[in-house]
């Protein structure tokens, strides 16, 4: 090719020179594409889905969840709001998902153990025993009340709702893995507990008869 063009006339050994840059230029845009990657947003969220884990959040937003447990609200003072003053009791104790009517609590208390049913210990709290006011979920713990009720977890800090979801999903394993199998093992009719843990009420339909609690910490004592 060289001889050709160095023998060539001198249009043509400009044509041979343009060629060949366009020849250049097409070797540099061919590298270019294969040295560089763009990555979308949606697949930059769907690689952090992949990477993330939810058992090991979980074991850190426990751990972090420890030292919120200070400003739980006391069992009997909450349910006396929601019985007369549900505006204070969400404006004071309440932590609000967006726009739900729905709010969750952190919430203490001490009473005495009246039933132990197939999903929850229903407990009358103290100082007077009577019917039960609290019932500490046993079972069926499906919902996001510790999640929500910690106030520690940002929904926008997560590409997806779905990681959001697991995380819940990881926090109540620990619930029923290992907070309640001590408990349930020994625990009995008449003994006393003392109880921290989280709720869920929705403000316009409140289900407080007696109240549902997923425990965060329980400790017995007996008769």
Not at 7 to 20: E, L, T
Not at 98 to 110: D, E, P, Q
Not at 179 to 196: A, E, M, Q, Y
Request: with cysteine.
């Amino acid at each position: 090719m060289t001889a050709n063009c160095t023998a060539a006339f001198f249009s043509r050994g400009q044509m041979c020179r343009i060629a060949k840059k366009i020849a250049f230029a097409l070797i540099v845009v061919f590298v270019l594409a294969n040295s560089i990657y763009f990555q979308s947003l949606h697949d930059r969220q769907n690689q952090r889905s992949v990477d993330f884990e939810p058992a090991q959040y979980a074991a850190s937003f426990w751990e972090e969840l420890q030292g919120e447990l200070y400003r739980a609200v006391d069992a009997s003072e909450l349910l006396h709001y929601f019985a007369t003053d549900m505006k204070t009791a969400v404006e004071r104790y309440g932590r609000t998902l967006g726009l739900s009517r729905s709010h969750s609590y952190l919430v203490k208390g001490a009473g005495v153990i009246m039933d132990i049913t197939d999903d929850a210990l229903l407990i009358s709290l103290q100082p007077a025993p009577n019917a039960a006011n609290i019932a500490l979920a046993t079972a069926f713990l499906f919902g996001n009340e510790i999640r929500d009720g910690a106030g520690i977890v940002n929904v926008s800090d997560f590409p997806s709702t779905m990681e959001f979801n697991t995380i819940s999903v990881a926090i109540n394993k620990i619930v029923s893995e290992e907070i309640l199998p001590p408990v349930l093992k020994t625990v009995k009719r008449g003994d006393s507990v003392h109880f921290v843990g989280a709720t869920t009420v929705n403000e316009e339909t409140p289900d407080i008869h007696p109240l549902r609690v997923v425990p965060v910490s329980l400790e017995l004592k007996g008769e």
